[in-house]
């Protein structure tokens, strides 16, 4: 009976204990991350938004099964844009972007899996008609065999028809900037394995409080190694900014340099600034008011950078696992998706861990997109 009085009073000692422990002190959020919808199957890396408020996503070929490369949110669904048919075309999209001038340019990587790349291109669909307007192939002279173009930005200021702005973020060869003139298809590949370009060779990413490395099933381990990734252009056009994913830095390049074939290499170089420490991420962005937005996939979070350089963090939410793209809305919102990538099989021995569903998030920043022209 003793033993039972015991075993008792230590029940209850565990049971009020666990009641206790209902409101011990947690981590708060920041900010107000609304999640605007759920992705119950292939998982999303980008988003954009139009001048009109259409929201456009993407699915890249990394082993989900997708049914389609491009699509629209219409009637709390996604659905194939600019069509099932139109997406048969598409070989593994990495970004979408609206460029505020009633187009919606898809940057097909040709690289499924990260493999090779077959014919990367960017294409054009006029949001007005829905069908493919413009359709650019990247010179086989800038696209090498480690290349793996991520995401792209524009500038309809300059030029007969403008120009792109592409990062490469290959895993395994150098990064670079490539400069894309969209009337010419002619193409430039800047500051090609330059520090700034390429990951940080010291830099291993905590996420989840677990080192993210590449893990196979045999327990072997390899550093996860990306180059240029994010990228955003100033509201007046004169700074392209960007990252390696495999760092915490942020750099800056004048445009007009990046895009003067004239400028040399070592002359590019030297104008390339190193804006410190941001935390790690995926996405950048950039807003009409000089304000720079980036993810940061180590802490679940979306930071902002003030026109006079310094850093907040604007939301920060145990919901945002990795934050990937961004997109500023018509509607003065930043949308994001949020898509586990870290929990990918690759990651962790050949198991799979993310959980369904993903997300893709908004916060209000009042403010416009950077424009373009």
Do not use: C
């Not at 070929?61 to 219409?74: A, I, M, P």
Request: hydrophobic share 40%; no cysteine.
């Amino acid at each position: 009976m003793k033993t039972i009085r015991i075993a008792a009073a230590i029940a209850l000692a565990f049971s009020l204990n666990v009641q206790a422990a209902e409101s011990v002190p947690q981590e708060r959020p920041i900010g107000h991350a609304e999640r605007v919808f759920a992705f119950h199957d292939a998982m999303p890396t980008g988003v954009s938004v139009s001048e009109t408020g259409r929201i456009f996503v993407n699915f890249p070929q990394w082993g989900d099964d997708v049914k389609f490369s491009v699509g629209e949110l219409r009637d709390g669904r996604v659905v194939a844009y600019p069509s099932q048919a139109a997406n048969a075309d598409f070989s593994s999209v990495q970004s979408v972007v609206a460029d505020g001038r009633g187009k919606l340019w898809v940057l097909d990587t040709s690289a499924p899996g990260f493999a090779a790349p077959k014919a990367p291109k960017l294409v054009a669909v006029d949001l007005a008609t829905d069908q493919v307007s413009i359709s650019i192939a990247f010179p086989s002279s800038v696209i090498l065999p480690t290349t793996y173009v991520n995401d792209v930005r524009f500038d309809f200021r300059v030029g007969a028809q403008g120009v792109a702005y592409v990062t490469d973020s290959s895993l395994s060869g150098p990064g670079a900037i490539i400069v894309l003139d969209l009337a010419s298809g002619k193409a430039q590949r800047r500051l090609s394995g330059h520090a700034s370009t390429s990951p940080d060779p010291d830099f291993i990413p905590t996420v989840e409080g677990e080192s993210m490395k590449v893990r196979t099933g045999d327990g072997s381990t390899q550093k996860f190694t990306v180059a240029s990734d994010g990228i955003a252009l100033s509201a007046d056009g004169q700074t392209l900014y960007y990252s390696p994913l495999s760092s915490r830095h942020l750099y800056s390049v004048p445009a007009a340099l990046l895009r003067d074939p004239k400028v040399s290499e070592a002359q590019l170089a030297a104008a390339v600034k190193d804006l410190g420490e941001k935390g790690a991420s995926d996405g950048l962005e950039a807003d009409a008011n000089g304000a720079l937005y980036a993810t940061d996939y180590e802490h679940n979070s979306i930071r902002k950078r003030a026109p006079d350089g310094s850093w907040t963090t604007i939301a920060s939410d145990g919901r945002l696992l990795w934050p990937d793209t961004m997109s500023i809305g018509p509607d003065g919102y930043l949308y994001f998706t949020a898509n586990q990538l870290h929990r990918q099989a690759i990651f962790h021995g050949g198991h799979d861990q993310r959980e369904k569903s993903y997300g893709l998030f908004r916060v209000k920043i009042d403010a416009r997109p950077a424009p373009t022209k």
